[in-house]
């Protein structure tokens, strides 16, 4: 096969090997990362997407997304076919160019995170209408302390993800603001998932 009819060939490879069994595993591991903000799910079972889609991420969209779901994807993901040839063919999910129709969005650069408020926040009669959003980030440790708190979380529980945006706790806040309307959040690494339900309040510790 030569290299030009390769990327066409690799969108049908890298889905669950157990599709039935591996998805509910990765949607309890989701459930379970949504009801305990800050701690952090692992993935028994994971997808391999081509790159730069994260093993992590791939394994969250072919156990969410499926037809009836619109998914948003950033500049280096949507101008990718293979990314978006993999998408289609192991979720089924159609693809927007407009994030306020999207009930996923995928950012596989956190520095370049679109304004929260740019996505769909839902209604305060169907706040579950908004967009989840799905961001790649290096690390789940390593970076500046945070101190999370609200449902879900006994007192409070501190992260330290690495590679959020500068301005990422200001617009988190504004998130907050708009409640029972807002974005929730998954931010996905490597070694796992921390969720982000819209009614987490963020601070920074300081040191």
């Known amino acids: 096969m030569s290299t030009a009819e390769q990327p066409a060939a690799d969108v049908f490879h890298g889905g669950f090997p157990d599709p039935v069994f591996d998805a509910q595993s990765v ?10 903000p800050g701690t952090i799910a692992k993935f028994s079972a994971t997808a391999m ?25 950033d500049a280096v993901l ?4 293979e990314i978006c040839g993999w998408l289609s063919f192991h979720t089924s999910a159609p693809i927007s160019n407009q994030t306020l129709d999207a009930d996923f969005a995928i950012i596989s650069d956190a520095g370049s995170l679109p304004s929260l408020e740019s996505f769909s926040q839902g209604s305060q009669e169907y706040p579950d209408r908004s967009t989840t959003m799905i961001l790649q980030v290096p690390d789940l440790d390593g970076g500046r302390e945070l101190e999370l ?59």
């Open 78 to 81: 949507a101008r990718n076919d």
């Open 27 to 36: 949607f309890r591991s989701i459930m379970d990362a949504l009801a305990r």
């Open 149 to 207: 708190s609200g449902p879900g979380i006994r007192t409070s529980v501190r992260v330290t993800p690495r590679g959020l945006p500068e301005h990422f706790i200001e617009q988190w806040a504004l998130n907050r603001t708009r409640f029972p309307r807002g974005v929730d959040m998954l931010l996905a690494a490597p070694e796992g998932v921390i969720a982000l339900p819209r009614t987490v309040k963020i601070s920074v510790k300081e040191p």
């Open 49 to 73: 997407p081509p790159d730069p889609l994260s093993p992590t991420i791939g394994s969250i969209a072919a156990t969410l997304f499926d037809h009836d779901t619109r998914i948003w994807l």
